[in-house]
């Protein structure tokens, strides 16, 4: 069996990396955009705290079972 290889040669320089930090702070939010999604994230917190959501879920926390096997259920009964 016969080995293909490639050897790198002056044609092929190593291509540079990028520093990390410098492209993860070119993405970065501005404190605009921070303090903007925070206000929004915590409006739609207050919204489900007064639409009564979280009192929802804690009153299904132990009445709710899942099995893996129920998914196979779940997926036949919705195809039919």
Known sequence: MARVTHE???????????DSLEYYRSIQLTPAQQAELRARTEAKARSAIDAGVFEQVLA????????MGDLAAVRKDRNE
């Open 8 to 18: 790198k040669t002056q044609a092929d320089p190593p291509e540079p990396k990028p």
């Open 60 to 67: 299904l926390v132990g009445k709710v079972q899942f099995d």
